[in-house]
């Protein structure tokens, strides 16, 4: 029998604020990309979470962006929901913090009509634990904690299969923790915001969480996790999001080929040299 303890994410709305605010009070803001000076540089405005995405970002602006006739202004989100909502309101030219399960889910739960270019890291998703050091040490009716987004859940749900802790039905669709069909140990799954996971971590016997909130509190998915997934042909990369009538914008085109540089991949490799974040081309 598995046990599910549902619970709503007690979040203040500090707690969904950016970092930094995108200003522009014209409601025609951000229909066309970029806004280019009389030297010809455009300037893009660019949603991210702030690791390792912020950083990446800020790697081409220092390195790449100048040279492409681009300046990066580069606004950092807490949280999942703003970075699209800033974007389908033309706050953004473009966010960067999401993988095509996710964005699948958003555009057809909010209606966006955005797009999106190809992927460009993996941030592997981990299993931790203040309490236990390996997953088989978790204690019958251990408490895990574990996302509330739909997105990420069904990966979540994955990684604890390929751990042998539970086994799922067979569905059409992303798994949710109604489709554990097997739960041996009978876990306790609670459901949390993902950006909440870790702050849960003391509270719970393990939980389940996403690469960049996991860096972002001084966690090394390589070596803190107790069950990691591979990187190898994994199909959570992390892309470029678009409006879709900006898909062809040169100077976003440009950007995305600057993401998928040889200099970015040599980045990407010496910022996280353990595979904590992995590039996807």
């Not at 949603?47 to 950083?55: L, M, Q, R, T």
């Not at 033309?90 to 057809?108: I, M, S």
């Not at 309490?131 to 088989?136: I, Y």
């Not at 990966?155 to 569905?171: F, H, S, Y």
Request: glycine share 8%; with cysteine; net charge negative.
């Amino acid at each position: 029998m598995k046990r599910i303890v549902r619970t709503a994410a007690v979040l203040s709305a500090a707690a969904l604020v950016m970092t930094g605010c995108a200003g522009g009070d014209d409601p025609d803001a951000g229909a066309t990309a970029g806004s280019t000076d009389a030297s010809g540089t455009t300037t893009l405005v660019v949603g991210a979470s702030p690791v390792p995405h912020a950083e990446i970002l800020q790697f081409v602006q220092d390195e790449l962006a100048a040279d492409a006739g681009l300046d990066l202004d580069i606004r950092e989100f807490t949280d999942y929901v703003l970075p699209n909502t800033a974007l389908a309101e033309g706050e953004l030219d473009a966010n960067y913090f999401q993988h095509l399960p996710y964005f699948t889910a958003q555009v057809e739960e909010n209606g966006f009509d955005f797009d999106h270019f190809d992927g460009v890291h993996i941030e592997p998703y981990g299993v931790y634990s203040k309490k236990v050091e390996s997953v088989d040490d978790i204690p019958d009716g251990g408490v895990v904690g574990i996302t509330n987004d739909p997105g990420n859940q069904s990966r979540a749900l994955d990684l604890l299969v390929e751990g042998g802790l539970i086994t799922l039905e067979e569905t059409d669709g992303d798994a949710t923790l109604l489709d554990i069909k097997d739960n041996p140990k009978n876990l306790e799954f609670v459901e949390t915001a993902p950006e909440q996971l870790v702050v849960s971590l003391q509270d719970v016997d393990a939980a389940i969480i996403n690469g960049n909130y996991a860096l972002e509190a001084g966690l090394n998915p390589a070596k803190d996790s107790i069950l990691l997934e591979s990187g190898e042909g994994n199909p959570y990369a992390n892309f470029l999001a678009v409006r879709s009538e900006d898909k062809s914008n040169p100077a976003l085109v440009k950007l995305d080929g600057l993401l998928h540089s040889d200099e970015v991949r040599a980045f990407i490799e010496k910022r996280w040299p353990d595979g904590e974040v992995v590039a996807a081309f």
